[in-house]
């Protein structure tokens, strides 16, 4: 390096221009290298994030129809087993056959919107890769 | 053609009586225990190393962790009451990833050694779904009203409702929670059931058009690629539904320590 | 093989001792099952929940801090490089303004002692012209004199050969 500093006065020549692009690449490459390891990183956090999703998709799915039927079929025992116990064949059935049918819809509702939610959540505020939680 | 239905039918391999109830060992008790020693089994020998470097099965093990872990956290982690930042400040529900992970991989293995051929299904028993089921509405009850005393009742009362139809409304919200089990336990029986039930169908149409031999013989590839598609189908199903299962676990314990939509 | 089949059904329907309904709903069969799903679940939750578990969570844990933990120490690294580079141009930058500090120095000192040497030798040559132009002087004065007398003497000699006359240098001198 001295018999290089003579010739440039006015240059930011500290170090001779060889040896100094050879370690700001090396600084470069570094910093890629950990910017990279970040980024998968964060790519891992959201592609879980994605399957998670998707599962739930296809759970929320297969779970509406059972909702439906079981509380049905709840209201329905309920009002078969008071019609029983207080001998109003057939009223309290039917009554609660509807009631049932009625817990039935509040359990679907329930469960598109805690799915909306779920989504919402999730990709609301950035659409795509979703950030990692910062304790992630 | 052979019977779809022989499959589910109970062997008592060894008679017990356990305080007069009737606490016989059969096949369907075998695979349960089957299923509970190859999980443990496996979640113990497979960590045995240790290692930072994971071997393969390690790896098997801490992804089906890392799963259920990430399936618990976002069902529980934020309390849906939309103010809940604190990913990593409660972590109280974390006390329930045990429970959680054991009812998933234990219905998924169940699930699973279903779809070798000849096996046993425990899962398509209404008695053992049921059984799963009513644990979990048990353990929703109890922490609900440990956690919440009778608040937990709240859960039963939603706010904003004018007080005229309030009773209608909760003999609804009640009938909706008392349909939780049923749902979750009938779901899982049901889908194993009539996935089996299909299946069997469909390999008893083979052997049925492979016997009548010449033409039918190779009309039986039909329902060979039938089988086979469904035979992909049930694997998923076999998964979804212990997923399912166990979040729907989540949601319910969830709705226990934060009742009161 | 169909009549086989049905054999063996009708066998184990006699066997189990009851109406041979459809096995996952008969009651006769949910006591057992419980049982044995109450057993298998409570072994199975009880080895997962004490051992498997939080083993596998150690482990990841571990990982995910030594993981962590080399990433921070290579951002460490980085930053300390950079300091280092930084501190290296510094001190660069410092020797080059200290060098050109003491090359100027340097420079005015010379200077300045060339200068006097410079004065001292013009003082002594000036001393030694005005000592060369005094003896010139005074050699041109001698000179002149010589040259009077000379001009006398000769101007004595001159008019004793023209006229006869012996007059004397001085005498001669007196007229010139």
Known sequence: MPKSTDGQDTGGGQLSPQERAQFERRVSELNAKLEKRRAERGAEAADDAGAAMRGRGMAYGMRMASELVGAVLVG???????DWVLGTKPWLLLVFFVLGFAAGVLNVMRGYERLQAD????TGGNIGHSVPDDDD | MPDPIHQFEI???IPLDLFGLDATFTNSALFMLLAAVLVSGFLILSMQGRSLVPTRLQSLAEMLYEFVANMVRDTMGHGHDDHGHGHGHDQGYMKFFPLVFTIFIFILTLNMLGMIPGFF???SHLAVTAGLALLVFVTV???GFAKNGFGFLKLFVPSGVPIYVLPLVVAIEIISFLSRPISHSVRLFANMLAGHITLKVFAGFIIMLLGAGGAY???SILP??????????????AFLQAYVFAMLTCMYLNDALHPGH | MAETHHNTETGVAHEAGHKAGFPPLDPANFAPQIIWLAITFALLYGLLSKIALPRIGEVIEERRDRIQRDIDAAEALKAETEKALRGYEQSLADARSKAGGIARETRDKLATETDKKRHASEAEVAAKIADAEGRIAAMKANALQNVGDIAAETASAIVGKLIGVDVSAAEAKKHL
Not at chain 2, 224 to 237: D, K, N
């Open chain 2, 141 to 143: 009850l109890i922490v």
């Open chain 1, 119 to 122: 989504i919402k959540r999730e």
């Open chain 2, 11 to 13: 062997k008592r391999l």
């Open chain 2, 217 to 219: 013989g190779i009309l």
């Open chain 2, 224 to 237: 060979l690629t039938m089988a086979t598609a469904l035979t992909a189908l049930e694997f998923l199903v």
């Open chain 2, 121 to 123: 299904t425990s899962t």
């Open chain 1, 76 to 82: 329905a025992a309920i009002g078969y087993g008071l």
